[in-house]
């Protein structure tokens, strides 16, 4: 289901400013700002429907490499339904997954290699450790909202009480067990193919 609008020049300039901005937010990965990705481009703008975004974000995290290639992907559909499906489309498609990577990459990217040179130089200061500390609660709670936003887009209710209990204790065995994560994604797997979650 592709519908087609016409973007402007002004449009994709908001696109990659918007993207600039919200690299900044990016601290659990690209991953973590998906929910207000949803609410910028599903929502505000229209430029992609729910089926669009979820699909995006789950062709990357299936595929190997890094998951913030859903982004790339997201911009390849604004720009195929900028154009629709001909070979200007392509080319579109090819530009808004150009836009939006250099967008959600370039600030991020900046910041992260100046904010490690002088972290690693100040690794024994208090704030520097404190700093550390105090982002493990902010990651996760950023990779929750993502969760339930894309739980929500594709049907599933998210008031089901065995996901999220499935969800805590994965959770806890993470957070107090060695157990390789593949074990889990294993066992996950295989409580969803027997229809349990």
């Not at 699909?55 to 992907?73: D, H, M, R, Y």
Request: glycine share 10%.
């Amino acid at each position: 289901m592709t519908q087609v609008f016409a973007l402007q020049a002004m449009d994709w300039l908001n696109l990659f400013l918007y993207y600039l901005s919200i690299s900044l937010l990016a601290v659990g990965g690209a991953i973590a700002t998906a929910p207000d990705m949803h609410r910028y481009l599903v929502n505000q703008q229209a430029w992609l429907t729910d089926v669009q975004f979820n699909a995006s974000i789950a062709i990357a995290q299936a595929a190997p490499g890094p998951n913030v290639l859903f982004v790339a992907l997201i911009g390849w559909h604004v720009g195929l339904n900028a154009a629709g499906a001909s070979p200007w489309g392509w080319a579109l498609g090819l530009w808004g997954a150009l836009v939006c990577m250099v967008g959600i990459m370039l600030p991020s990217t900046t910041l992260t290699w100046l904010a490690t040179r002088w972290a690693h130089r100040n690794r024994q200061r208090r704030s520097v450790r404190a700093f550390k500390q105090g982002m493990a609660p902010v990651v996760i709670g950023l990779l929750m909202a993502a969760t339930w936003v894309l739980g929500r887009g594709q049907g599933q209710p998210t008031t089901d009480a065995l996901l999220w209990l499935l969800a805590a204790v994965v959770a806890v065995l993470v957070w107090r067990t060695r157990l390789h994560l593949l074990w889990l994604l294993a066992a996950g797997a295989l409580l969803g193919a027997l229809g349990w979650v």
